[in-house]
């Protein structure tokens, strides 16, 4: 640890077991080149305990859709408060969201370093562990549902990849218009969270498995 408590810069495709088990999940869920409209977190409370994903609106035209509205910025700084209070690493499936907050609090660059200091692209580790130990394996594209199925990762029906874009596009103009959700949209946007709660999940569970391997093949040295 440095000064501050703040750790030292680690490399982005490099976790050890425990740091795996122990790290914030993340991710932003939204439209191509907008802001996003919700953040998914999956950790551990304390250890043993079974992790579980707290979700954040961010965009105010979506708090009527639940679950609780958070402004973007001070979502990213209670993500960094919770990751620097037990040294846990912020693990996303590339570095999209590194990218997302670099955007949200370009006039924070503080913010933005302590995020970017603890950040860890799980793509990255994944391949790593299957270069090294089952490059054979080596899925065809980086797609966490090609990860997710090369661990064998069970993905519920309705929370697989797609229509997150055509969720919030639908629901927009009614939100827009002033008027409460319909059933359909709030069935639509029910899935669009359990979609977001199974991507922090399932890529828990590569970067389990990766970092496993990859110490007793001693190849980490996170």
Known sequence: MTDG????????????????????????????????????????????????VHQVVLDPLFAPMGPELRPAREAVEMLVRRAEARDRRIVAW????????RRLCADEPDLVARFESRYANALAVAKRWVNRCRPADRPADGTLAAWLEL???PVPPGAGPGH???TIRAITPTLAGGR???????ARWARLLKHNAHDCAGMREVCLIAARDLEGDGQSDA
């Not at 409460?180 to 709030?186: F, L, N, S």
């Open 5 to 52: 408590g703040r750790s030292a810069r680690r490399p982005f495709s490099r976790l050890s077991q425990r740091e795996a088990d122990d790290a914030l999940y993340v991710d932003f869920e939204g439209l191509t080149g907008q802001p996003p409209v919700l953040l998914g977190t999956l950790h551990r409370r304390g250890r043993g305990d079974e992790p579980f």
């Open 151 to 153: 661990v064998g990762y």
């Open 94 to 101: 590339t570095e999209h969201e590194l990218e997302v907050v």
């Open 164 to 166: 997150v874009g055509d």
């Open 180 to 186: 409460p959700p319909t059933p359909r949209q709030r």
